[in-house]
Structure formats: structure tokens, C-alpha cells
Nanobody, 115 residues
């Protein structure tokens, strides 16, 4: 059974940094593209970063230059380093893997950017 567990969220001031982690189990981790999404209240869930099995990252313009996704296949873990955080980055952040049976999600971790 696939399981994704996120951690690392919290309250941070504007301009601050956080690093999120997502540990996966139940899959051959190295074979999958891994993604981070976020969802703010009243908004749709949006993609903020992805990293392929070969390690190539991609980002939307809203976070490019501030967020960095990385993976450690030896630890079955994907990370999201978030720098220069803004109040509009406030959301629940989710780890995602797309498998043959569908999208798999973690429980999410809350990130709040506020002074």
C-alpha cells in the first residue's frame, strides 16, 4: 500500500524559509515522478514543483527562483526547500505520486506565512 507522509510545515515570517519533507513507502520510489501541490482555503489545489525520476525539476512561475525540489532515493524522500516565503504561499502542502491506480496523496502539512 502506497503511503506518503509530509512534515516540516509551520508558521514563518515573510521572507523566511522552510523545508518540507515527504517520505514514501509501498512503491519503488526511484521510478516515479514526485510532485508537491498546495491548496489555500477557497482555492483549487495547484502544482508548485515536480521532479522526474532522472532528477529534472520543474516549477510554475509563481515559485520559480524561490522553491527548490529535490529527492533522495536512498531515503524514499522528496524535499521542498522554500525560501523568501510570502503570505500568498500560505496553504496546505501535499506530496503527490501518480500510480497506475491513480493519484496518491499525503495528509498534507500546513504552511503559514505571517508576521
Amino acid at each position: 500500500q502506497v503511503q506518503l507522509v509530509e512534515s516540516g510545515g509551520g508558521l514563518v515570517q515573510p521572507g523566511g524559509s522552510l523545508r518540507l519533507s515527504c517520505v514514501a513507502s509501498g512503491i519503488i520510489f526511484s521510478r516515479y515522478t514526485l510532485r508537491w501541490y498546495r491548496q489555500a482555503p477557497g482555492n483549487e489545489r495547484e502544482l508548485v514543483a515536480g521532479i522526474g525520476s532522472g532528477g529534472s525539476p520543474n516549477y510554475p512561475d509563481s515559485v520559480k527562483g524561490r522553491f527548490t525540489i529535490s529527492r533522495d532515493n536512498t531515503k524514499n524522500t522528496v524535499y521542498l526547500q522554500m525560501n523568501n516565503l510570502k503570505p500568498e504561499d500560505t496553504a496546505v502542502y501535499y506530496c503527490n505520486i501518480r500510480t497506475v491506480v491513480g493519484n496518491m496523496w499525503g495528509q498534507g502539512t500546513q504552511v503559514t506565512v505571517s508576521s
